[in-house]
């Protein structure tokens, strides 16, 4: 079996919702893995687990600082994500604006057994 190519690897990193949080946080800047800890209710082995995940992705680097090893958001590989899904794009924009268009014609229609 071939080894996973890069977006499955980043698709299947982002799958998990705590592996999302985390990078949802990371986007506001970096953090010790304490603090990325700190608003689940798992062991720190787990959210290190999560983070080897995020890190092999490519999705976070981990940096020394002394004592500290703190994860910072590498996006690179999101933007990748974004480029397969821009491919999708204008489907979901047709299908959005078929749809507007329907629901602008319903409610401009007479409703049936109404007065006008």
Same mark, same amino acid.
């Given at each position: 079996?071939? %080894?996973?190519?890069?977006?499955?690897?980043?698709?299947?990193?982002?799958?998990?919702?705590?592996?999302?949080? @985390?990078?949802? !946080?990371?986007?506001?800047?970096?953090?010790?893995?304490?603090?990325?800890?700190?608003?689940?209710?798992?062991?720190? %082995?787990?959210?290190? !687990?999560?983070?080897?995940?995020?890190?092999?992705? *490519?999705? @976070?680097?981990?940096?020394?600082?002394? #004592? =500290?090893?703190?994860?910072?958001?590498?996006?690179?590989? $999101?933007?990748?994500?974004? *480029? =397969? $899904?821009?491919?999708?794009? %204008?489907? =979901?924009? *047709?299908?959005?604006? !078929?749809?507007?268009?329907?629901?602008?014609?319903?409610?401009?229609? %007479?409703?049936? *057994? !109404?007065? #006008?």
């Amino acid at each position: 079996m071939a %080894p996973p190519d890069a977006l499955s690897v980043t698709l299947s990193a982002l799958a998990d919702p705590t592996r999302r949080a @985390i990078l949802a !946080r990371l986007s506001m800047g970096q953090a010790t893995v304490n603090e990325l800890a700190a608003p689940f209710d798992m062991s720190l %082995p787990s959210i290190s !687990r999560h983070l080897k995940v995020l890190e092999a992705a *490519g999705l @976070i680097t981990r940096g020394r600082e002394a #004592q =500290w090893r703190p994860c910072k958001l590498d996006a690179a590989p $999101l933007k990748q994500v974004d *480029g =397969w $899904l821009a491919k999708y794009r %204008p489907f =979901w924009s *047709g299908s959005f604006d !078929r749809m507007d268009a329907l629901l602008t014609e319903l409610t401009k229609a %007479p409703k049936k *057994g !109404r007065k #006008q």
